[in-house]
């Protein structure tokens, strides 16, 4: 659970935009990870900088009207501006719609199947159309998020729309493996191993990935350098100044130089350069 509080907690400032992130109702924890408010300045930087993957899977809508643009049709730009739904492991940009005003939703990705009946995997590495894979009474939300003036009435509003989705119907027997793993995997902050996960939830490590990889189109082992990275991220948000060694540490990587290996293998980029131009890159 990201550290922010109701009324928000700025997170990212740089290259014209802020982002604050909130956290959701006590209720909805379990599917919500947090929420995010961008306002920015200077819309054709924003287009170029790269959104680092994160474990969670995200809802990204942009808020305010956007430029006209002769590369798009009508129907096109309506489409963006409803929103994308993805779950990165790989360097994502925003939807590239020029809007200067941007709310997000980060979904614990085991979670959706029971909020809108999407699973993850459906929507693995792809920036799929909300209008598309959502409830049908997303674009009625849409539409009246963006007329809702301040981010703490968004929030609210978010989380009314979101609580009158949440299931009584009983999972399957593997994805409740997947929603406990997942679970265990963030709150260990990566500290537990596959086999660790299948001796805690009594079934074989095989049975446990491959109900991994139906529900979140990955293996547990992806999923915890993703959840390791977003420690990570936090860490360094939380505390710039902390030296290599002990970001290492704290990560839950062996030593400095896996931590540099995989920080490079998820980001395209080494921690140093992260480290010394935090606000080219985006981070929810």
Known sequence: MVEARREGLVSNVGMGLTITKYAP?????TVVDHYWAGIWTDADNVQNQKIFPSSYLEVVLPLGPPVKSAKKNNKQEAE???????????????????????FGICFNPEALPGVFGVSASDVLNSAAPCQKELDASFSTFRQRLS???????????????????????????ESNYVQTAARLI???????????????????????????????????????????????????????????????Y??????????????????????TKYLAHPQEFLTF
């Open 186 to 248: 963030r709150l260990q902050k990566c500290h537990v191993s596959v086999e660790g996960l299948s001796q805690n939830l009594c079934i074989g490590m095989r049975q446990l990935e491959r109900a991994f990889k139906k529900d979140l189109g990955l293996s547990p082992k992806t999923y915890m350098r993703l959840s390791r990275l977003s420690s990570v991220l936090q860490l360094i948000a939380q505390n710039p100044n902390l030296p290599l060694a002990q970001l290492s």
């Open 80 to 102: 963006l501006m409803m929103g994308e739904v993805g779950f990165w492991t790989i360097p994502h940009a925003l939807p590239r719609t020029q809007s200067k005003e941007w």
């Open 25 to 29: 109702a006590a209720a909805l924890q």
């Open 147 to 173: 007329q809702v003036k301040s981010s703490t009435e968004r929030v609210r509003l978010t989380d009314t729309y979101l609580k009158s989705f949440i299931q009584a119907a009983s999972p399957t027997a």
């Open 250 to 271: 704290l990560g839950g990587y062996s030593d400095q130089a896996h931590f540099n290996r995989e920080f490079k293998r998820m980001t395209g980029v080494v921690p």
